[in-house]
């Protein structure tokens, strides 16, 4: 399917252990993926080697070249400054590395360089639990805990790149010191080393536990999945240690939210993907709680849906911010012509039966559509793929009828919908540059039937 004419961003996800990459399609299709290793104490050589390798490796994975690269994207594990400079990676030395003019230089492509959580989030509000939303506060509790912060379709970044550290807000100032230098941070509390700390207090205090069955008396590393597990067993060490952990996570979200009286809070990482079911509801709850906020709509409070991908797609989402992209979509998309006749061709076919082009550009038959009723069913069918518009053309007939459930399925998904006659719709599919999808219905099967 792919053509060298086919146009793509990369994302690259820049981690401690590993450094992740996608081939990725104006319409947010991952067409490749690669990962290599991060060399142990990289450098900002090291790291510009790999990044080298990995768009190479990608390039060729899609039967692609340099010239079908739009832009390319980076997420770093640190403060990445307004200019895409590196301040501070805590983990790889690449502080200090003007990432962006170097990576300009050697591609000629436009070049986002940004921080990997606020990336992570922009990826979730593009393709994943966020999209539509324009108002997002996400939260990652993993090792530590990050966060990225939208506001208005923006990702805040701050007067040096570095706003939204949420894991390192002060939620007790009596509390345990972080590995930042303050005292009493939300990660010092809800991030997992820190549960590991509390976990190995209290076996050193004499109190049982079945994470020792289940790690050994050594305790050297707790992963989510076993907290999942001591939980679910309702180990009453763990169970009042990540009780703890997700009521500082719900105090700092009420806290956020009177900051920024957002629309969304999504919930990822390592330890909310093992035990999800333990921390959105009480997160929840304590929002719908808040007595000062009690006359607005409580922010919903989701899990983050794209896992390992977000951060590298988010990465293309930014670079994809302020991209033209109606080349790209012309290249992606079929062509559509509407002919004075009334008939539509794709590319150079003649459609004469109900067809679709789904969000990701492909040709399709809907598997049941019996004039006129556009079920619940269909639409579904219609919007795998997740575009952003949904076109019906309605050729002559104008008795279409949506279901409820269909009309319901579309708000809840945030999908627009334009139902035009054919011409018109043809007209507007073409020159739509958002994620989108077209049901043809042409006048000439409306009149068989
Ligand atoms: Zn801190």
Known sequence: MQSKSDKYFIGIDVGGTKVYGGLVTPSGMIAAQHKEPTPPRAGARDVLRVIGLLIKELLKAGGAVRGNILGIGVAIPGIVDNTGKVVITPNINLSGTDLKRILEK?????????????????????????????????????????????????????????????????????????????????????????????????????????????????????????????????????????????????????????????????????????????????????????????????????????????????????????????????????????????????????????????????LKDPEEFVPPHITHDLVEELTKKGPDTLFIAIGKDKRLAFSAKAEHYLKKKHIHIHILPTGEAVKAYNACEERKAIFIYPALVAAKT
Not at 118 to 137: C, D, F, M, P, S
Not at 249 to 277: P, Y
């Open 106 to 362: 050697k591609y000629k492509v436009r070049i986002v360089v940004g921080n990997d959580v606020n990336l992570g989030v922009l990826g979730e509000q593009w393709l994943g639990a966020g999209r539509k939303a324009q108002n997002i506060i996400g939260l990652f509790p993993g090792t530590g805990v990050g966060g990225g912060v939208i506001v208005k379709g923006e990702f805040l970044t701050g007067h040096q790149g570095a706003a939204a550290e949420l894991g390192h807000i002060c939620i007790d100032p009596a509390g345990p010191l972080c590995t930042c230098g303050n005292t009493g941070c939300l990660e010092a509390v809800a991030g997992r080393w820190a549960i590991e700390r509390d976990i190995r207090a209290a076996v050193k205090n004499g109190e049982k536990t079945i994470i020792t069955d289940l790690v050994g008396e050594k305790l050297a590393q707790i992963k989510s999945g076993t907290l999942a597990k001591a939980i679910l067993a309702k180990d009453p060490v763990v169970t009042r240690i990540m009780t703890r952990a997700a009521d500082a996570l719900a105090e700092a979200c009420v806290t956020l939210n009177h900051v920024f009286n957002t629309e969304m809070f999504i919930l990822g990482g390592g330890v909310v993907e093992a035990c999800g079911d333990f921390f959105l509801p009480r997160i929840e709850r304590a929002l719908k709680k808040d007595p000062f906020f009690r006359k607005l709509q409580a922010p919903v409070v989701v899990a983050a849906k794209l896992g390992d991908d977000a951060v590298m797609l988010g990465a293309v989402a930014a670079v994809r911010q302020g991209t033209d992209l109606s080349a790209a979509a012309s290249a992606y998309y079929p062509k559509l012509r509407h002919m004075p006749s009334g008939k539509v061709f794709v590319n150079a076919t003649p459609i004469e039966r109900p067809l679709y082009v789904r969000a990701d550009g492909k």
